[in-house]
């Protein structure tokens, strides 16, 4: 075995010892066991290709492919990470909006989740510094959800000061591209026009780009204003999962 190999399986190991750890023992972070799982396949894969470049012209063709597009993948990997980095730094929070749309995230039972007490809190700070506007919440009902994730941020918002007449819920949405739709409507009926109104979005800081291109997709002009995570790992956990979600928004919706 050369050392080259030794590397790659001392490494395929310690991937799945990551993706034990996080799918069995450290909570929120499933994306990543499955990615760290992923990932020691591809090192597995790699050995048996440096094995085979060894005996077989055309396995020398195959190794030098399956190195080029890891190194493409690797690239485009940090360009959208660079992309998503940024966006989610920026502070709108002093600039005005005719309306908000908080999009919703998991409710356990009835209690918000980290992510989405994140949001709520983001939500709270910006309209308690711009008083005059309404808010849609914006979230369906999922499994484990014994209350939609729009009445759960209700509850959280109100028990914050936030005068409830000002809160427009929005129940019916199960992604991003449904929370703007429906959302939409309801601005319409609170007779706030959404072509033309400029709209605050709240969301996670690692979701803001995402969820900019889907808004503007639909003919929104939106503020993004970013929550932040407070758990490091989990929000990079979320920030390499937006990574695969972007490519799934960009080809369907």
């Not at 109100?158 to 427009?168: N, P, Y």
């Not at 959404?194 to 900019?212: I, K, L, S, Y």
């Amino acid at each position: 075995m050369t050392k080259r190999e030794k590397v790659l399986w001392v490494l395929a190991v310690f991937l799945l010892l990551i993706s034990l750890l996080s799918l069995t023992v450290v909570p929120g972070i499933r994306f990543s066991g499955v990615l760290a799982l992923g990932l020691a396949g591809v090192c597995l894969l790699a050995v048996f290709l440096g094995r085979w470049a060894e005996k077989s012209r055309i396995g020398k063709w195959c190794q030098r492919i399956f190195l080029v597009g890891l190194s493409t993948v690797f690239l485009l990997f940090l360009l959208v990470e660079g992309l998503l980095l940024s966006h989610g730094e920026r502070d709108n929070s002093a600039l005005p909006a005719d309306a908000v749309i908080v999009l919703g995230a998991g409710v356990n039972g009835e209690t918000p989740s980290l992510i989405l007490r994140s949001r709520i809190g983001a939500a709270a700070e910006y309209l308690k510094a711009h008083p005059d506007i309404p808010a849609v919440l914006s979230g369906g009902q999922g499994d484990g959800e014994n209350i939609t994730e729009a009445e759960c941020m209700r509850r959280e918002l109100t028990a914050l000061g936030i005068d409830e007449s000002r809160l427009l819920l929005e129940e019916r949405s199960t992604s991003t591209a449904e929370n703007f739709a429906f959302s939409k409507e309801v601005l319409r009926q609170a007779g706030v026009d959404p072509e033309t109104a400029v709209v605050a979005v709240v969301t996670n800081d690692f979701h803001c780009f995402r969820a900019h291109l889907i808004a503007q997709r639909q003919g929104l002009t939106v503020l993004d204003i970013p929550a932040e995570v407070p758990w490091l790992l989990l929000n990079a956990n979320y920030y390499v999962r937006e990574f695969f979600a972007l490519g799934k928004t960009l080809i369907f919706d």
